[in-house]
């Protein structure tokens, strides 16, 4: 972008790796130079991070010789510089081909631009394969649910019909069973079909200004399912061999991504489960609960068990097996995005981790049972869950982990109408193993941060003077336009362990843009790390720039506002679409910003381009391993723009990209004629050192015990 690039505060982690600068044309070593140098120790880490739980538990573990992901991640330094820029490629048995300048093509004849290429297209469709499966599941729900085939309530009847009348279908006379059905078909249908039809889905749920867009630019796909077998096939040995027709799958697998296996995925987990609940929790690992409670962990994305488990925990059947092995109370723990759909709908679940952390809540030796289905659930889990007493068991036949309890949704759905004596019998076992509890191996960080959350798009429309029918949200416009609010940036996507702190760099950036009355919305993994920095209060608003400040407390709202998980980006990309047309703006004019700092699963690829296809600039700390590769990063960095308004932008300093955050919304604002106020980089202690009184070290809020 056209950047001055002189910043007010360079960040001291980041310039001490004084690794060199990106610049086109640069050597292949160089640029792995560049990656090699933006790491960090597992000391750095514990010093660093911005979740201090996190801090202690891997200090504990060290302590008690329990491995982790940041001491594999040391283990395998230094990572190979091929595979960290994208220069290798393994896809046919020919291969791997390891291209650079002296060697420049692979043995089928590749150079390095379509080998980085193929790589982002497989990792994206891979990404895709892994939502896709979440939706999967979500739909079939849905459609069980209408159609009886299993004992699944409709928890949102009105959610159903708004959708309905979203998707153009006819609904006279017809019951909310009948209608889920219909829709889980359509959204069936959309995720797929292997011949060409009209996008329902997409065509009735993207703005129009962007769905013409992506018509002329000839992106429309056929089906989730079609554009990951194509991704697929034209990366497959001599298929595709064009640079600019890898990068079209690329840009139609994105949307395939957005509107088959997220957006539809958010609306019908709305329907089935719930719309998001205002309420307040305490989260982080020092949320759990220590004596005389049988504790469970919940980790993973796939609803139909997480949820039929916490519809029955607390049951009279239930809490008279909890007293008969000598507990007082059962509770769940959420992790990962199937803690996200929990916290978000007012069920009293503490969030305590994220995914990457998920082996520090395990090596808390406090859990009874951790329950998982499928992706993010780290292999590493389970040799940490040995350690202890718990016992890990899996419901999803895709998510098997070597050494657990089989308690599983059958691959071909035979026993969805039995998903409730599923739930018990896992609540059973984890009951059961209470007796096998030692407490001397417990150690909870008494560490937690106090939230408010349950922020639905009908919420936010709510309290910003919105209209919901009309996609309007006024008030959110006004204060933008005035000048209040500076700016909307959405937080998702996960954490990494390569390149970043744990869960710091995400915390930085939304420090500074609240400070400059920049309004967050978060979801996700990533979201995750600013609730657990406390910033999801409405005490937080001290932390806010005047103009933020004054619009939150006056609502009594947090200034980072958890619309959910994964998939509730939609919420995200929802709000800013109906902000902007309050304004009378397509989205690309808008001062808003997407920001994955640290992504990491293959899913970030798809969730960050389908922002930028939405004409939202999107900024990360951590770089796709795409480096290798000029016309890659040229194509996503600067050509996108003027095709689709938005590009992808990456530093490696957070301070830097909140300011490149912040010189972006600035020149957005001054294009539309809004008023510009200076902004103000806050310096390390205050953005850092500083610990809200949000989070408490040592003492109980006692919200929700
Ligand atoms: S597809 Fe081409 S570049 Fe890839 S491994 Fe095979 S020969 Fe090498």
Redesign the pocket.
Known sequence: MDEKKKYQYQDELTSSRQAPEYRSGMSLNERIKLVHKLNYSKDEVIAHTANKAVAEMVSHMEKEGIGNTFDRFMQQHPQCGFGLTGAC?????????RVNEKHPH?????DVDL?VA?NALRRLASGMSAHGAHAREVFIALKAAGDGSAPIPIKCPEKAWAVAGALGLDAEGKSVEQICVEIADRFIDDLQRALPKHHDTLFALAPKERSGLWERLGIIPISAYHECFESNNL????TDSDFESHMQAFLRTVLAYAYTTVVSTSLATDIVYGLPRRSKLNVNLGSIRKDNCINIGINGHAPMVAFAICDIVGTPKIMEKVKAVGADDIRLYGMCCTGGEFVERDLGIPLVAMASSAEMAVATGAFEAIVVDQQDVLPGMMPVARRFHTKVITTSPSGRKEGAIVLELDYYLKNLDRIYELAEQILDIAIENYRNRDSEKIHIPDIRAKVELGFSVEEIARLFDGSMPDKKIHGLARLLEEGKIRGIANFGSCGNIRGAVFERNQVVIARQLIKNDVLVTAHGCSGMGLLFAGLAHPDASKLCGPGLREVVEALQIPPVLHVGACTDSTRASQVMAYTANAAGQPNPAMPFAMVAADPAAEKTMGARYAFILNGIETYSCVQDNTLASDRFIDYVSNRLRPMVGAAMNWNPDPYQTAEDILRMLDRKREALGWPVSDYVIGTKEEIEETIPDTVEIGKSFCLNS
Request: net charge positive.
């Open positions: 490629c393994a896809f046919c048995s020919y291969g791997p081909c692979s043995i089928c004849g590749k080998i193929g990366t497959s040995h001599g």
